[in-house]
T-cell receptor
Framework: TQLLEQSPQFLSIQEGENLTVYCNSS?????LQWYRQEPGEGPVLLVT?????EVKKLKRLTFQFGDARKDSSLHITAAQPGDTGLYLC????????????FGGGTRLMVKP | DTGVSQDPRHKITKRGQNVTFRCDPI?????LYWYRQTLGQGPEFLTY????????KSRLLSDRFSAERPKGSFSTLEIQRTEQGDSAMYLC??????????????FGSGTRLTVV
């Protein structure tokens, strides 16, 4: 059972389109992280959001943490083929050894 | 320091054989984690070490699995009597414990295990 549900599971779009990926949970997390993973490689940390309602921007990527610290979203503006990959959200609980609870991932393909 | 290193990158083994994977974390990181990732899924937590102490083990870590971090530096994950269901990517991550706030995790490239 995934404690963190990501949607959509798969997304195929054309270059230049915008998209949003959602990460939802019934549990509260101390913080939430987003990772990007390419085939055959480990996940690479993109961002950590800590405060409820927090918004962070990383170039064309905008990350938001829900007010109740149970959900998050990742919005990509003007997607490029280089954005192709598996996007994973992961919740962190500081009183649980800081281990990560991952969502199932969103596989994004951006076609040129 | 070139990040978290895992060895081997790929391992094919026959069912019933034992396998051992190695992880070399970032040198100043005192926390080390093992995760398992099956195709199309997100990684699942297996176990973690703070220095040389193994502080948490998931229920996924059956008796056939054992992990060590003898000197608080590199770690090994051994699977005995492998089964086809053990086929997965085994990921290692390290982090530096912080007093407050979120830690930055660095993952290795993983060891892909195929049990035939």
């Amino acid at each position: 059972t995934q404690l963190l549900e990501q949607s959509p599971q798969f997304l195929s779009i054309q270059e230049g389109e915008n998209l949003t990926v959602y990460c939802n949970s019934s549990s509260v997390f101390s913080s939430l992280q987003w990772y990007r993973q390419e085939p055959g490689e480990g996940p690479v940390l993109l961002v950590t959001v800590v405060t409820g309602g927090e918004v962070k921007k990383l170039k064309r990527l905008t990350f938001q943490f829900g007010d109740a610290r149970k959900d998050s979203s990742l919005h990509i503006t003007a997607a490029q083929p280089g954005d192709t990959g598996l996007y994973l959200c992961a919740g962190v609980r500081y009183n649980a050894g800081n281990m990560l609870t991952f969502g199932g991932g969103t596989r994004l393909m951006v076609k040129p | 320091d070139t990040g978290v290193s895992q060895d081997p990158r790929h391992k094919i083994t026959k069912r019933g054989q034992n396998v051992t994977f190695r992880c070399d974390p970032i040198s100043e990181h005192n926390r080390l984690y093992w995760y398992r990732q099956t195709l199309g899924q997100g990684p699942e937590f297996l176990t973690y070490f703070q220095n040389e102490a193994q502080l948490e083990k998931s229920r996924l870590l059956s008796d056939r699995f054992s992990a060590e971090r003898p000197k608080g530096s590199f770690s090994t994950l051994e699977i005995q009597r492998t089964e086809q269901g053990d086929s997965a990517m085994y990921l290692c991550a390290s982090s530096l414990e912080v007093v407050e706030g979120a830690e930055g995790y660095t993952f290795g490239s993983g060891t892909r295990l195929t049990v035939v």
